[in-house]
C-alpha cells in the first residue's frame, strides 16, 4: 500500500512540470479545436488552374473515343474495314475520312437509319455535318 502510495507521488511530481509548461498548440479544455487567434496557413495562388469551362447541359454528346465520319459510305466502308481486320483479312482503308473524337462533344442529331447509323450535327469548332455509329438513345437517361 505504502508502494502504490510513493509511485502515485513520483508519476504526479514528473507530470506537474509537463502539465505546467503548456505548449500553445495545446490548452487544457479545448480537446484539439482550432483558436480564434490561431494564425492561418498561406495559401499558394501560383497553382491556380484557371477558369473551369463547364459544357453545360447540352444534350446529346458524343463521349471521347467516338467514331465520326464524314458520310454514310465512310461509316459502312469504316464498319466494314473492322469487320475485315478481325476475320484476319487485309482491310482497305484509302479514302474511308473517319476519325475518333478527343473530348465530350454535344450535338444534334439529324436523322436516324437504324440502331448504328445516325447522321449528326457537331457542336465542335468545325460545326460539320457528320455520322456515327454510337447508341445515341432518343430521351435524355435520367
Known sequence: MVRVIILSLVLAGAALPALAQEPS???LGDYGAPR????????DNSSDPGPIRILGDR????????????????LERYRAAIAARLAGQPAPTLGITCHRLTRRTPIDIADRHGPAETEIHLYNDAKQVAWTDAWLPTQRPR
Open 36 to 43: 480564434a487567434n490561431a494564425p492561418k496557413p498561406p495559401t
Open 25 to 27: 498548440s495545446f490548452r
Open 59 to 74: 444534350w446529346p454528346w458524343l463521349e471521347p473515343g467516338s467514331i465520326v465520319c464524314n458520310s454514310e459510305d465512310d
